[in-house]
């Protein structure tokens, strides 16, 4: 790797470096005495820590290596030094436990030029030391490389040289390769722990101006314990993920959650920013293994990691992983490229017409642009992709994070047209291509209970949702009444609970039937069914009003073949039942699959029986019916048969349906 | 169930002897089930699509009040 002077300050060029004096040696890699291995000749290049850094300059723009790579001793050394270099501007775009400690709180009388808020900096911003860069992180190194943020100075640490003179920059390569090409001086710290990483991690020797040996564990980072909300979030992320499916799981708490619930699945790859700790296990179950990669086929590709001994043990010397610059990981055009890519990314908020807070939340900054933009862009462009925004519904203090309109002080990260499915714990909504009334009403069914009466109010205030639109419950959407049916070939459709959001596929499947088929299910002519007409099929409130559809296609692309739904009479205990098949679909056992779920779902409430009016030329509905396990008996007036089914005792309904494998279970898209 | 005003239940084409040919509507009394149905009570009326009634002789033939003019439904 060449330097370059691109960017650089003429006044305040760094001072050249004085040799140590003598000659040191290091092991080559592991730098284990017992290993055998050669020492490989550091040179003058290895100096003590303060002699290093006695060639920063004042006014110097110092950039600080990523994450658990972060240059911990030298800059100890640096806030220590006295006098210290005046002025200087720290460059990072994460750091964690690398500043000194004072009092139990991270401690810098630097300046922060960050690109990412984490814990560590935020607390800089209340002394006006933090000045955060909102940007995406794959386009830092043209800023780096176009000189509009030159970097005087590059703190980094790395592995022991190999036989050849090359370091590796271990767990994080991301910003470093563009760093290396533009800085005029760079300071590694050289760490037998620090992992050998394999990709583009490698660095000679000779692009160092001075190497300082330091003998300490790797940093290490711990995800903390997650709770139930957001377990169940990430039990929904996982549901909807694929086997074959390539992922970015970014450094969020949920998304990194829902890794430990795919151990169930096949031949996942990994491409994302970073990797943590829970992959490993995934690698180890053989559920990672790349197989179905279109780029990178067999191979991890990270651009940093974040995580324990355990993680840095499986990266080092690893050659099926790939670390690689964080603009070639990260580019949404090289993030298409993966068939079937997943990218997760939690947020802090949404508004109701899917405008993203992901790096401001109630006036602060947390967090960053990061990786996010590009990844879903890239998911999104990607066959088969799914880009996914994640939250909790509520904020720690029982605020809904779903807003009628994001606030002064919540930034927007990702804009409404990029975003697809959002996941809550109760549920998915799946908003690209849908209107803004669809878009909240979708929002709403994943809100908390608590607050969707709140936020259809302020829908209907902004224009959002017609006036006349309610929500038949408050409950959250029964996600575990959704069913996978194999019909009569062998095709798989899903049964689900009808939701609010459901009016224009139902009004679709509506549309697709002859006059003939509209007389028989309403007995009547009926040209179009009018809001409140379509609302009453599908905006139920699951326990006396009850709806059903058969859909097929994959959630974001579902076409709704079939309805089914039943009223109960509080009298009686029988419930008036109606369904609608899909003209291309009538034949293929769907009214058979919708009667079969309808009637087992109505047992398990108790409901006693079934009636139905069918036309006496409707044979087919007929049939299905007279099919219904049960006392099934049948009166007729001059226009309609009525149909009486009078449940069995038994709870045995029908053996081809099963629930949906317990990842698909908990599929529940509000659309 | 509630009984609401009369809906229109169908509508076809019928021809008079000269081959000219209308739209006949249907409406009838009845009471909407939750699930949508329309149940019928009692006798239906007819219209042409300008609102003139017209009289059913049988399910076949109709004629128009207003000018006695014979309608017969036309069968495709």
Known sequence: MTRSSTGTHDNVASRPIPAFGGSWTLPISGMSDSSGSSPIDLGPKLVPAERALGAIRAGSRVYIGTGCAAPRSLLTRLEAMEPGPADLEFVSFLTTSALPQVGGAPRSRYRHRAFFVGSEVRGLAGNGQLDYVPISLEDIPRLLTSGRLPIDVALLQVSPPDARGFVSLGVSVDLAPAVLSVARTVIAEINPAMPRTHGESFVHLTRFDAVVRVDSPVAEYLHPEIGDVAERVARYIASIIEDGSTLQIGLGRVPNEALRHLRDRCDLGIHSDVITDGLVDLVEAGVVTGRCKTRYRDRIVASYCLGTRRLYDFVDDNPGLQFLPIDQVCHPGEVARQSHMVSITQAFAIDLTGQVCVDQFEGEFYGGVSTQVGFIRGAAHSHGGKPIVCLSSTTDDGASRIKPLLEAGDGVGIARSDVHYVITEYGIAYLFGKSIRERALALIEVAHPRWRESLLTSAKQLGYVRSEQYLASQAAYPVHEERIVTLKKGVKIMIRPARAGDAGALEALFHRLSPDEVYTRFFRCVRSLTYRELQTLCNVNHETEVAFLAVNGPRENEEVVGSACYFLSPTTNLAEVAFIVSPEWQGAGVGTALQARLQEYAMSRGVRGFVADILPRNASMLRLIARAPGIVTTSRDENAVQVTVLFPASTEVQPSMSPAASACSLCGVAA | ?76
């Open chain 2, 1 to 76: 169930m509630e009984i609401s005003e009369p809906r229109q239940i169908n509508e076809f084409k019928v021809i008079d002897d000269q081959g000219r040919e209308y739209t006949l509507a249907e409406f009838q009394n009845g009471t909407e089930t939750r699930s949508l149905k329309w149940l019928t009570a009692g006798p239906g009326s007819f219209e042409l699509a300008d609102g003139t009634p017209v009289d059913k002789i049988d399910d076949e033939t109709f004629r128009i009040a207003t000018n006695d003019t014979l309608l017969h439904r036309h069968t495709r």
